[in-house]
């Protein structure tokens, strides 16, 4: 997967990408993430992409000329004739596991990341496809959300994980968040692993994994499973594990 970001602080991308499974992935081109500065496509010799807007606001917008120029030549270096825009914005739809794997799946995107107090709305008529939130919240800039959606997205290309399984057992792979995990020592502080998990038995031991899943879901995040297909054992089972905690 390619992967072009407009940004006008490349260096957070670089830096948010140094190390990690995605790090490594795109230092061995499993993943190609290509960073494209919009300073450098500046219409002054102050290297100015921002002004004053119109009706007196505060804060600063982004121009478009700058966002355009440095957007078409991401464009023009995808290995795709139209990847797709996205740009990383509050007002976008929420970014989700579903949503993630969807992107998996492109040859191509390219990532535009603001600064300020946001960007001509020109530009975002011309250029984007789409618009994706990280969540509720105001953080200072697209690099951080931009760095969300890389990582998030390129842990599910094949090659970056060493283990393929990892990304399928993840919490939201299968609407349903992930149960609890234990490692060594056996007994930590007076607390035991759960003794299914050293008996060998691997049909048991999914059993538990898959209960265990059902049971923090239900607890934490019911919401997911309206969005899941339950099957008869795990509606039977969640049946009785809501009805003894009640």
């Known amino acids: 997967m390619w992967i072009g970001v407009v940004t006008s602080m490349p260096q957070l991308i670089a830096a948010g990408l140094s190390d990690g ?20 496509y500046a219409m002054d010799r102050y290297g100015s992409i921002d002004d004053h807007p119109f009706g007196g606001a505060p804060g600063m917008l982004m121009m478009a000329e700058p966002l355009a120029s440095c957007t078409d ?36 995107m390219v990532l535009i990341s603001a600064r300020y107090e946001g960007v001509d709305e020109r530009f975002i008529e011309e250029y984007v496809d789409t618009e994706i939130s990280v969540g509720d919240y105001v953080v200072s800039g697209g690099e951080l959300p931009a760095l969300l959606v890389i990582d998030a997205v390129g842990r599910l290309v094949q090659g970056t994980l060493g283990n393929e399984k990892s990304a399928q057992d993840d919490s939201f792979g299968d609407n349903l ?35 265990q899943a059902l ?11 309206t969005d899941r297909r339950l099957d008869s054992s795990e509606k039977a089972w969640l049946e009785r594990h809501v009805n003894k905690r009640h």
């Open 21 to 40: 499974v995605v790090g490594r992935a795109a230092a061995t081109n499993q993943l190609d993430v290509e960073l494209f500065n919009v300073r450098d």
């Open 73 to 108: 030549d991401a464009i023009r270096k995808s290995p795709v004739e139209a990847p797709k825009t996205i740009f990383l914005s509050p007002q976008g739809k929420t970014l989700e596991q579903s949503m993630v794997r969807e992107l998996s799946e492109l040859d191509a």
């Open 177 to 211: 968040l992930e149960g609890p995990q234990y490692t060594r020592p056996r007994e930590w502080r007076g607390k035991t692993v759960p003794s299914v998990l050293t008996s060998g038995d691997h049909a048991a031991i999914a059993k538990w994994r898959r209960e």
């Open 215 to 225: 049971s923090r879901t239900w607890e934490r995040r019911p919401e997911l499973l």
